[in-house]
């Protein structure tokens, strides 16, 4: 037998569930209208303004060109641009390899470049045009070179460079720390011969497919040497030492020895 449910019964819960219906619904609009009213006040305010732009990873360019690149200025506002466009912006500048962009603690843009690595110095015309890991090379006119990159000197045809600089990237760190110049001595017939200059006073003839496998025992055969007298370290083939007294001279060959010692002396 079905229980009939007086209709007074069902009145209060029926009221209940309207008047928690209704609570809900103006809950939502005045929280909708607490959002509005705060995005209003909040880009109407100082605090949607970018108050300072982080740079990180700027070495070989200023980090003027950067931000003058990215086209984002201190004031403007923090969402009046896409990171998107930024990092495209950004990836046109030579020597770019990677590019990051970040809104920080609602006021502040951090913008992250990662660049090429710089390989060696190029001597060309009184200026020096540095070449980067992947190949690239940027127009540095009169820019010294750095101390932690060769120089390469006599290098025109891009493979050669090419060639080169997958070598000195696979040289070991504190091998390649110790090269100083290389000179490119190759011709049509033998195309990869270069003369490496070091910084404790020798010269290295290699080949340039050989040139990082060979550089690795460097160490080893600086030590079994000595010291007592400089000279040309032939890679080519085998391995063969000529003191500089021997190619240039004895009375020469002092005289350059006393040069650098003095000039030693004196940094």
């Known amino acids: 037998m079905k229980k009939v449910i007086d209709i007074e019964e069902r009145i209060p819960s029926m009221r209940e569930r309207r008047r928690r219906r209704a609570n809900r619904k103006f809950i939502f609009i005045v929280s909708i209208f607490l959002v509005a009213l705060l995005s209003i006040l909040y880009f109407q305010s100082s605090f949607s303004r970018i108050g300072k ?129 290389i000179l490119y001595t190759g011709t049509k017939i033998e195309p990869n011969h270069i003369t490496v200059f070091m910084d404790d006073g020798y010269e290295v003839k290699v080949l340039i497919p050989t040139f990082a496998e060979k550089m690795v025992y460097y160490p080893q055969i600086i030590a079994q040497l000595g010291g007592d007298e400089k000279g040309v370290i032939d890679m080519e083939v085998g391995t063969y030492f000529t003191p500089y007294s021997q190619i240039y001279g004895l009375e020469e060959a002092f005289a350059e020895e006393m040069e650098e010692e003095e000039d030693e002396e004196n940094e």
């Open 53 to 181: 732009i982080q740079l990180i990873g700027a070495s070989i360019h200023e980090p003027s060109v950067y931000l003058e690149k990215s086209s984002i200025q201190e004031g403007e506002g923090l969402w009046s641009f896409t990171k998107k466009k930024v990092k495209e912006r950004l990836a046109e500048v030579e020597g770019v390899q990677e590019v990051e962009v970040t809104r920080k603690w609602f006021r502040d843009v951090k913008i992250h470049i990662t660049e090429w690595r710089p390989t060696a110095y190029i001597e060309k015309d009184g200026r020096y045009d540095l070449l980067l890991e992947n190949g690239e090379v940027l127009k540095q006119a009169k820019v010294s070179p750095e101390s932690d990159a060769p120089i390469l000197n006599g290098f025109e045809d891009e493979e050669i460079q090419v060639k080169l600089t997958a070598q000195l990237e696979n040289m070991e760190n504190n091998v390649y720390q110790l090269i100083s110049e």
